[in-house]
């Protein structure tokens, strides 16, 4: 079911190249722009989307195509160009290779998938019906119906490209939910499953055994009523659940792998001598060594790490929030969202970070308590949450079970310590005592706790600590 094609380039594929390859279908169709005009849209005489093209892309950063398509492109810096496919629409599948393998032809680089610019599977969408709609602002989707939008992907791994981004942002605003289908042994990035909303949306793995499941959840799904919904077992009982667990999401073996979770909030006053960034840089430099290898708006991450373009990109989007994805180097997986919002106090960063570790290699826990005193009294620190979990080192999120992280310290920042009335924030219910960060007229603290992946309790600690520090 390949719909997506990419090409990898040398040389950025000029304005010819791009047209010829949207010529490559014939000179009927008809194009629009959407996504803020990063995605051209290829139409047929009723104005269906056909194939979606995204501007091509000058990746500087190592890793990206062979992270997120297990591909070998041409020595960075080199262009991603991308095109869509819209699925049930005849020849939009084979339009799309052909425009990939004219791109990379003309610009001297391969298409990926290689098969993808000679013969395009389709899914099997037996099943899956809905009535025309009108495809007005809305990007190529697969089926629309009054409740979701449904895109069908095939890739290696799902990635927050522009499109994608544009797909999520067009079902909000059409009150519709988004469901990804995808095959089986397809994962999702990070910053897919950070930004994929509640239900009705939700990522569905087609399954030979069970049909179709939620690769979140592992509930078993059938199309009914408009989208894909939970199988319901109306005699159900507490060894056979109301809703059946696929036999796939429960097929999981031991690696031994391990992610390092960092998630963190800091506010900053607005200042017109602001750097943003600063705070995640500090992080992946106590934990890697190194700083951030690259960011972007969208995946793949493209420019090279750099606080000052990213500063600049979040200013002049403002008052609107922005995100950002940051990627480390490929010898130590990392992988972070950040998401910049302006208040009324002034301009806050929420950060989403983990790095993976494979058997044999130790998370740096040690370097914790340093690195969050680095925070507090550098960064303005608000609060900051650090797990470790059981899951994959490269960071991507398949659809089997993969166990909760559990808490290995929770940090309070010096404003919050201060919020919280009496000696609560220093007298706790913890069995460990708490960690003075930052200088003693202003403190903030580190809680630790225990840390053991195969131990959920930590979780109980954890509550009884919120609850704690609220008064409750």
């Known amino acids: 079911m390949t719909k997506d094609v990419i090409a990898l380039t040398p040389r950025m594929p000029d304005a010819w190249t791009v047209l010829a390859g949207l010529l490559s279908g014939g000179p009927d169709k008809l194009l629009d722009t959407t996504g803020e005009g990063a995605v051209v849209q290829l139409l047929d005489e009723q104005a269906r989307p056909l194939v979606s093209v995204e501007a091509p892309l000058l990746v500087q950063v190592p890793g990206e195509a062979e992270r997120l398509l297990g591909a070998t492109p041409p020595r960075v810096p ?54 025309p709609t009108p495809a007005a602002a809305q990007p190529a989707v697969d089926v629309l119906t009054e409740k979701v939008a449904v895109v069908i992907m095939d890739r290696p791994v799902v990635a927050m490209t522009a499109w994608l981004s544009d797909a999520f942002r067009a079902a909000a605003e059409s009150n519709r939910g988004l469901q990804i289908v995808t095959p089986a042994g397809t994962t999702l990035s990070p910053a897919v499953r950070g930004n994929l909303p509640g239900w009705p949306s939700r990522w569905v793995v087609q399954d030979e055994r069970d049909g179709y499941y939620d690769g979140l959840t592992g509930a078993v799904l059938r199309w009914q009523e408009g989208m894909f919904a939970t199988v319901v077992n109306p005699e159900g009982t507490e060894d056979d659940p109301r809703t059946p667990v696929a036999a796939s999401y429960q097929d999981v073996s031991a690696t031994g792998d391990l992610q390092l979770a960092v998630t963190f909030r800091a506010a900053h006053p607005a200042d017109a001598r602001l750097v943003l960034g600063g705070a995640l840089e500090t992080v992946w430099r106590e934990l890697t060594g190194e700083p951030p290898a690259g960011w972007g708006s969208a995946e793949p991450a493209n420019l090279p790490w750099s606080p000052g373009r990213l500063t600049d990109l979040a200013y002049s989007r403002a008052p609107e929030p922005t995100w950002f994805v940051v990627v480390g180097s490929p010898e130590r997986p990392g992988l972070a969202t950040l998401k910049v919002t302006r208040t009324k106090s002034g301009v806050e960063e929420e950060v989403t970070l983990a790095f993976g570790y494979g058997p044999g290699e130790e998370p740096p826990l040690d370097a914790l308590p340093r690195m969050a005193e680095a925070l507090v009294t550098r960064h303005r620190l608000k609060s900051m949450l650090l797990q470790l979990r059981r899951a994959r080192r490269d960071l991507a999120v398949p659809a089997y079970f993969e166990g909760p992280g559990v808490p290995l310290a929770f940090v309070l920042g010096a404003e919050e310590v201060r919020a919280v009335p009496d000696d609560r924030a220093r007298r706790t219910p913890l069995s460990a005592e708490p960690v003075r960060l930052g200088p003693k007229a202003r403190p903030a603290y580190y809680y630790p706790m225990p840390g053991d992946p195969s131990d959920l309790s930590g979780w109980t600690e954890f509550e009884r600590l919120v609850r704690h520090l609220k008064g409750e």
């Open 78 to 131: 080199y262009w991603w160009t991308e095109a869509r496919a819209t699925t049930g629409v005849p020849d939009a599948e084979k339009l799309a290779g052909t425009f990939a393998a004219r791109v990379a032809h003309l610009a001297d680089g391969t298409a990926w998938p290689r098969e993808a610019t000679r013969s395009l599977a389709v899914v099997d969408t037996a099943g899956i019906t809905a009535a």
